[in-house]
Nanobody, 115 residues
Framework: QVQLVESGGGLVQPGESLRLSCAAS????????MGWYRQAPGKQREMVAT???????MYADSVKGRFTLLRDNVKNTVDLQMNSLKFEDTAVYFC?????????WGQGTQVTVSS
């Protein structure tokens, strides 16, 4: 059983930064893809940023230039550095990992951007 443990959510003001962290509870897994999704109230879950194990990163257009995905293949961790946060970034953020067609999700961490 793989668990993804998230941390780092919270309440920030527009323009501020926040870093989300996610660690897989089980070592030895070579996740093909790791990343972050988010779900705002009344909206569908959407991809924020993902990274293949030895490949390029993908970012949602809405976060390009502001968010950076940091993946550590040895530690099986994936962090999301979020800068210049906007009101519309408010959502529950979910860590995601996939291996051999099986997807794993974290429990979600709330990010609220408010003045």
């Amino acid at each position: 059983q793989v668990q993804l443990v998230e941390s780092g959510g919270g309440l920030v003001q527009p323009g501020e930064s926040l870093r989300l962290s996610c660690a897989a509870s089980r070592s030895g897994f070579s996740f093909e893809t790791m990343g972050w999704y988010r779900q705002a109230p009344g909206k569908q879950r959407e991809m924020v940023a993902t990274a293949k194990r030895y490949g390029s990163r993908m970012y949602a257009d809405s976060v390009k230039g502001r968010f950076t995905l940091l993946r550590d293949n040895v530690k099986n961790t994936v962090d999301l550095q979020m800068n210049s946060l906007k009101f519309e970034d408010t959502a529950v953020y979910f860590c995601y990992a996939e291996v051999s067609g099986t997807a794993y999700w974290g429990q979600g961490t709330q990010v609220t951007v408010s003045s």
